[in-house]
């Protein structure tokens, strides 16, 4: 028995995919075989009430086969690849645009037809020619092609897919037995593997994805051991236990660039830590770069102490570029990292763009007159620092002068720690023209900067006017008795002053100032004269002024 026919879209429910079913046409060959198949010759019947010609039905299936190339179907998930001329006759989508451009096709031309007859009398005579030409020929033309499509693919029928399952399993057998043994058990295998690879589609589940989801760490423990692995270090067993601490204090534990690195990767999700110090573990500036990359991402940390670390410019350079971005970190200390004028470059300009940071530690450095330049002009537009220490450094009169405008221009400083430095009388007189307008400032050290009488004496001037600031050291300063006397008498002038601690340490004072402190005690009962002895040196970790005398 001969079978042939053509694919055509079977019915489905909503939802469910397109799919072809197989439309038998039999041949003559059947009824000389004697094989019947009962009501098949009714239902062909019933196929095409409104059939085309077969010339032109066989045109037009070759027409959209090679206009709509590659035919597919979803049929039991594989697609199936038809050749030119085999007919497929109907697509759900095609349906749809044929139904509602049928519906709507009367509607254009009763509009068409109403807009060329309000404009008809209006146009000259070519025009009208050629306007109602267009017309009837789109109208023919659309006409046309939706009758054809309207028969072809509204009105066809399908055969009963009880119908359509015989024939194609009839089809089948026929293929089997014209082909080999080696032919049948490769296509029983592909079919088994077919079969295998449905059955593991249907069992795949969301627990394969719920396997591979890890938990969030907010203490970064196991990425910090992975870190070491990758960066080729030991895990350090103090910071394991420290994890979960709010205060992580790592002081001199070797932890190099490399160790830097993996704890910065750990950092970056720690969410318990908000103060870090790392002071005396030999970061460089590549361990600097690698915490500054980790403060940009965490939000939590706000006191971070990387001093004595020898960050250089590169670190100076990372760090700026973090400050840039964090708005987190209050407190940054950074003493002891060999920053000199190139790394005051890179300082001066985080310094006006960051008004979050509260308190910077630039003491024990290298920075000079230029760096004093850049900072007095970063100091000036900064209006968040609070606290600055810029101790032990190599800035001279030129810097001093320059620091000094900047301090006189800052209404947020709070703290200012110069001492250690080489300000001399024309940096002290310069200080004194900035106390005179500044009305913030509450505490300055100024000590052991080659300050003389004549510089004490002219800084002495702008105390006269001073209103805000309570603490005041001088100590070690070559001032001798008279620079300390004439201080005093500012102080006493002032009826404004609010002076608390005054600190002379190791200047050697006479009778006379002796005789004054006790004047002036009378004036302010609440002040604090230290003068004379042998004061312990003021080392960098040696409690503030204010508390010594607490």
Same mark, same amino acid.
């Given at each position: 028995?001969?079978?042939a026919?053509?694919?055509?879209?079977t019915?489905?429910?909503?939802?469910?995919?397109?799919r072809?079913?197989?439309?038998?046409?039999?041949?003559?060959?059947?009824?000389?075989?004697?094989?019947t198949?009962?009501?098949?010759?009714?239902?062909?019947?019933?196929?095409?009430?409104?059939?085309?010609?077969?010339?032109?039905?066989?045109?037009?299936?070759?027409f959209?086969?090679?206009?709509?190339?590659?035919?597919?179907? *979803?049929?039991?998930?594989?697609?199936?690849?038809?050749?030119?001329?085999?007919?497929?006759?109907?697509?759900?989508?095609?349906?749809?645009?044929?139904?509602?451009?049928?519906?709507?096709?009367p509607?254009?031309?009763?509009?068409?037809?109403?807009?060329?007859?309000?404009?008809?009398?209006?146009?000259?005579?070519?025009?009208?020619?050629?306007?109602?030409?267009?017309?009837?020929?789109?109208?023919?033309?659309?006409?046309?092609?939706?009758?054809?499509?309207?028969?072809?693919?509204?009105?066809?029928?399908?055969?009963?897919?009880?119908?359509?399952?015989?024939?194609?399993?009839?089809?089948?057998?026929?293929?089997?037995?014209?082909n080999?043994?080696?032919?049948?058990?490769g296509?029983?295998?592909?079919?088994?593997?077919?079969?295998?690879?449905?059955?593991?589609?249907?069992?795949d589940?969301?627990?394969?994805?719920?396997?591979?989801?890890?938990?969030?760490d907010?203490?970064?423990?196991?990425?910090?051991?992975?870190?070491?692995?990758?960066?080729?270090?030991?895990?350090?067993?103090?910071?394991?236990?420290?994890?979960?601490?709010?205060?992580?204090?790592?002081?001199?534990?070797?932890?190099?660039?490399?160790?830097?690195?993996?704890? #910065?990767l750990?950092?970056?999700?720690?969410?318990?830590?908000?103060?870090?110090?790392?002071?005396?573990?030999w970061?460089?500036?590549?361990?600097a770069?690698? &915490?500054?990359?980790?403060?940009?991402?965490?939000?939590?940390?706000?006191?971070?102490?990387?001093?004595?670390?020898?960050?250089? &410019?590169?670190?100076?350079? /990372?760090?700026?570029?973090?400050?840039?971005?964090?708005?987190?970190?209050?407190?940054?200390?950074?003493? *002891?990292?060999?920053?000199?004028?190139?790394?005051?470059?890179?300082?001066?300009?985080?310094?006006?763009?960051?008004?979050?940071?509260?308190?910077?530690?630039?003491?024990?450095?290298?920075?000079?007159?230029?760096?004093?330049?850049?900072?007095?002009?970063?100091?000036?537009?900064?209006?968040?620092?609070?606290?600055?220490?810029?101790s032990?450094?190599?800035?001279r009169?030129?810097?001093?002068?320059?620091?000094?405008?900047?301090?006189? /221009?800052?209404?947020?400083?709070?703290?200012?720690?110069?001492?250690?430095?080489?300000?001399?009388?024309?940096?002290?007189?310069?200080?004194?023209?900035?106390?005179?307008?500044?009305?913030?400032?509450?505490e300055?050290?100024?000590?052991?900067?080659?300050i003389?009488?004549?510089?004490?004496?002219?800084?002495?001037?702008?105390?006269?006017?001073?209103?805000?600031?309570?603490?005041?050291?001088? /100590?070690?300063?070559?001032?001798?008795?008279?620079?300390?006397?004439?201080?005093?008498?500012?102080?006493?002038?002032? #009826?404004?002053?609010? &002076?608390?601690i005054l600190?002379?340490?190791?200047?050697? &004072?006479?009778?006379?100032?002796?005789?004054?402190?006790d004047?002036v005690?009378?004036?302010?009962?609440?002040?604090?004269?230290?003068?004379?002895?042998?004061?312990?040196?003021?080392?960098?970790?040696?409690?503030?002024?204010?508390?010594?005398?607490?």
């Amino acid at each position: 028995m001969c079978v042939a026919g053509s694919y055509r879209e079977t019915a489905r429910a909503p939802g469910a995919s397109l799919r072809l079913q197989w439309t038998p046409q039999w041949s003559t060959a059947t009824a000389n075989r004697g094989e019947t198949v009962e009501g098949q010759e009714g239902e062909q019947a019933q196929m095409a009430p409104m059939a085309l010609p077969h010339n032109i039905r066989r045109g037009l299936t070759t027409f959209s086969g090679s206009l709509f190339i590659d035919n597919k179907t *979803g049929d039991c998930g594989a697609a199936q690849i038809y050749p030119p001329g085999h007919e497929v006759l109907s697509s759900l989508p095609l349906q749809m645009l044929l139904f509602f451009n049928v519906f709507y096709f009367p509607f254009w031309g009763l509009s068409e037809g109403i807009m060329l007859a309000l404009k008809y009398g209006l146009l000259p005579c070519y025009y009208q020619f050629l306007l109602v030409a267009a017309f009837l020929i789109l109208a023919l033309a659309e006409g046309l092609r939706l009758y054809l499509g309207y028969i072809g693919n509204l009105q066809e029928k399908t055969l009963p897919m009880s119908v359509c399952e015989h024939s194609v399993h009839q089809e089948r057998d026929a293929s089997n037995r014209t082909n080999t043994p080696d032919e049948l058990e490769g296509n029983e295998s592909e079919e088994k593997a077919d079969e295998d690879s449905e059955r593991e589609e249907e069992w795949d589940t969301d627990l394969e994805i719920e396997e591979t989801k890890e938990s969030f760490d907010p203490t970064g423990k196991t990425r910090y051991i992975a870190a070491c692995q990758l960066y080729g270090v030991v895990p350090i067993s103090y910071f394991l236990r420290h994890m979960k601490d709010s205060e992580l204090i790592m002081k001199h534990h070797g932890l190099g660039p490399q160790g830097a690195k993996a704890l #910065s990767l750990s950092l970056m999700t720690n969410t318990s830590i908000v103060k870090l110090n790392l002071s005396d573990n030999w970061l460089n500036g590549d361990g600097a770069a690698a &915490v500054a990359e980790m403060l940009k991402e965490n939000c939590y940390i706000s006191d971070v102490d990387l001093s004595d670390n020898r960050l250089g &410019v590169k670190g100076a350079a /990372a760090l700026s570029a973090m400050l840039l971005e964090n708005t987190t970190v209050v407190t940054l200390k950074l003493s *002891g990292n060999e920053f000199n004028d190139h790394a005051a470059k890179y300082l001066a300009d985080a310094l006006p763009a960051n008004n979050k940071m509260e308190s910077l530690d630039l003491s024990h450095n290298m920075l000079g007159d230029t760096s004093g330049e850049l900072l007095g002009m970063a100091i000036a537009e900064n209006t968040g620092l609070k606290e600055l220490n810029i101790s032990w450094n190599y800035f001279r009169s030129q810097g001093a002068a320059a620091l000094a405008r900047g301090f006189e /221009a800052n209404v947020f400083l709070r703290v200012l720690d110069l001492s250690y430095n080489g300000f001399s009388n024309n940096g002290a007189a310069a200080l004194g023209e900035a106390l005179k307008v500044n009305n913030v400032l509450e505490e300055l050290n100024i000590s052991n900067n080659r300050i003389s009488v004549e510089g004490a004496l002219r800084f002495a001037v702008g105390l006269k006017e001073n209103r805000t600031l309570k603490s005041l050291n001088m /100590a070690r300063n070559p001032m001798q008795s008279e620079g300390c006397f004439g201080i005093l008498k500012s102080i006493q002038a002032n #009826s404004g002053a609010v &002076v608390e601690i005054l600190d002379f340490s190791e200047i050697p &004072v006479n009778k006379d100032f002796a005789d004054l402190c006790d004047a002036v005690k009378m004036l302010f009962p609440n002040l604090q004269i230290r003068h004379g002895g042998n004061a312990t040196l003021h080392k960098k970790d040696q409690p503030k002024v204010s508390q010594e005398f607490s």
